[in-house]
């Protein structure tokens, strides 16, 4: 089975523009998750959807936002980019939204740069 | 506030080495703990997760333990390898839908 996959791979952007970002979750997987990954430091947790419907946001500002398909693959958009969006952006899935012994897979992310 | 504290950030050892890595957390109410591997550049790999209630989790070389009531936990890498290079996270799930995660430990093992 595939595994869960992201596009593009590379972004490059200039301060003020948008982005989206893609990601296709695991066959019958229904919750995705998005993490941002500035160099040197651990994921952060940005949104989690699950069944469509918004679950979780982390602490990141109303320039983020995301949505959820039917077929559950998931779009990440950020407006106004900064130079401190640049960062790898990893999306997860995983059955459930989250509990004792459940797992979320990640995807191999989506570096964007922005100058 | 949950925090997730790694130390070392950065270890270099010779191949064969037996070794330790740490991850230590503030809040112990938390569902899971989970380790990660990352190659540069890439997305997360889950190595080993452990579910509060259990006290170890093993896979080959691998063991990793948790002490929940001291926000402890080690993972063991036992004969590293020089295809061990990486960085390491630690994750831990304070309730549903989401990881904390580490600024994670990067390790170089020399052939």
């Known amino acids: 089975d595939a595994g869960v996959t992201q596009s593009p791979t590379h972004l490059i952007k200039t301060r003020g523009q948008h982005v989206t970002l893609r990601c296709s979750p695991i066959?019958?997987?229904?919750?995705v998750s998005w993490y941002q990954q500035v160099l040197g430091q651990g994921p952060q947790f940005i949104f989690q959807y699950y069944e469509k419907e918004e679950r979780g946001r982390g602490n990141f500002p109303d320039r983020f936002s995301a949505r959820q398909f039917p077929n559950y693959s998931s779009e990440l958009n950020v407006n106004a980019l900064l130079l401190g969006d640049s960062a790898l952006y990893l999306c997860a899935s995983s059955t459930g939204t989250g509990g004792a012994g459940e797992t979320q897979y990640f995807g191999p992310g989506t570096r964007l740069l922005v100058l | 506030k949950q925090e997730v504290t790694q130390i070392p950030a950065a270890l270099s050892v010779p191949e064969g080495e037996n070794l330790v890595l740490n991850c230590s957390f503030t809040d112990s109410a938390i569902y899971n703990l989970q380790w990660f591997r990352q190659d540069p550049g890439k997305g997360l790999t889950s190595l080993l997760l452990?579910?509060?209630?259990?006290r170890e989790q093993t896979s080959g070389r691998l063991n990793a333990s948790l002490d929940k009531s001291s926000g402890r936990s080690t993972l063991y890498i036992a004969a590293s390898q020089p295809g061990d290079s990486a960085t390491y996270l630690c994750a831990v799930t304070p309730g549903t839908y989401k990881y904390i995660f580490g600024t994670g430990t990067r390790l170089k093992v020399l052939a």
């Open positions: 452990i579910q509060s209630s259990q």
């Open positions: 066959s019958g997987h229904k919750s």
